[in-house]
């Protein structure tokens, strides 16, 4: 393998994920027949662990997919409160209980807001610091979604490099099969016109 080739695996995207080796010239990756398989096979292995990683990035994102909007819808709501005078009147609100069933309630203007932290914890916060922490996780949130989305193009991207590079090896050595089989051809038909003569 040349030194360009190997400069060329070294680089990674800003998440750390390895560009797959572009294949310009078959040569530069198989010196002789006898190397085909091994390169196609490690081809065929960098082609697997790239899936393996869009698949995670995939089930990551269907996530965050889910979670941005619960984020914003929150935010919506602590906003909505933040608004609200102390001498103003209880507000009627429906709230989801299950994905059937719902409940009403009297909403009473506050200062502060209780939220859900995960693993069936809730904390009270004041209002004004609930806005800033779910401002900074609809931030992280949309931001980590940005990056699996730029994550799958790219991925994608290297798949196809990589299936494109293991046809051109592939090809390669059909037409080199090709190029030792007609060379024997000849010798044993050169052979076979001297014989007569001879």
């Given at each position: ?8 695996d ?19 990756y ?48 602590v906003?909505?409160?933040k ?9 009627e ?5 299950n ?27 004041p209002i ?10 609809l ?13 799958l ?46």
């Amino acid at each position: 393998m040349s030194s360009k080739a190997q400069g060329k695996d070294a680089q990674t995207n800003p998440r750390g994920i390895p560009y797959a080796p572009f294949v310009d010239k078959v040569e530069d990756y198989v010196s002789s027949r006898a190397e085909v398989d091994g390169t196609m096979k490690s081809f065929q292995e960098m082609i697997s662990k790239y899936q393996f990683m869009e698949a995670n990035t995939q089930r990551r994102k269907a996530g965050l997919d889910e979670k941005v909007p619960d984020i914003q819808k929150t935010l919506d709501t602590v906003r909505f409160l933040k608004t609200r005078k102390p001498d103003s009147d209880a507000i009627e609100a429906t709230f989801e209980l299950n994905d059937t069933l719902y409940a009403k309630a009297l909403v009473p203007p506050t200062e502060e807001v209780y939220l859900w932290l995960g693993a069936n914890v809730m904390l009270a916060y004041p209002i004004v610091e609930a806005e800033t922490l779910l401002e900074g996780k609809l931030s992280g949130a949309q931001h980590t979604l940005e990056n699996c989305e730029e994550d799958l193009d790219f991925l994608r991207e290297q798949i196809t490099t990589l299936e494109v590079a293991t046809a051109r090896v592939y090809n390669w050595d059909v037409t080199m099969k090709r190029k030792e089989k007609a060379e024997s051809g000849e010798e044993v038909d050169g052979k076979k016109k001297r014989l007569p003569n001879g």
